[in-house]
């Protein structure tokens, strides 16, 4: 199942699909800090193939780089991630489909 629906929390998903929107926005901030591994998540979250190819092209929208100044702006780009989710979670117009939550993610 792809990220974006898990995080949703797709009405059709079991528990064990759904991952907590604070949960994952936790270990997102955990790798920017170096406590964590991309692939640290990945296998935590039981990311399949569908789900790991979506995480990898948000990642890839974040600015790159050790420097404090790339650490802020990553922490930016996340804090952005987590308001989507977040209203994507509650169905808030605009975020209530999987479609337009990727809209607006970029993806």
């Known amino acids: 199942m792809a990220l974006v629906e898990r995080l949703m929390g797709d009405p059709f998903s ?20 170096g406590r964590l591994t991309v692939a640290n998540v990945k296998t935590f979250l039981a990311m399949d193939t569908e789900a790991a190819a979506e995480y990898d ?8 780089g ?8 990553k922490a930016l780009y996340l804090g952005g991630i987590h308001a989507i989710f977040l209203l994507a979670e509650s169905r808030y117009p605009g975020y209530s489909t999987p479609t337009e939550v990727r809209l607006k993610l970029g993806i």
């Open 14 to 33: 079991t528990d064990a699909e759904k991952i907590s929107v604070h949960d994952f926005f936790a270990a997102q901030q955990e790798i920017i800090s």
């Open 57 to 64: 092209l948000m990642v890839a929208l974040a600015t790159t």
């Open 66 to 73: 050790t420097t404090a100044g790339a650490k802020a702006d």
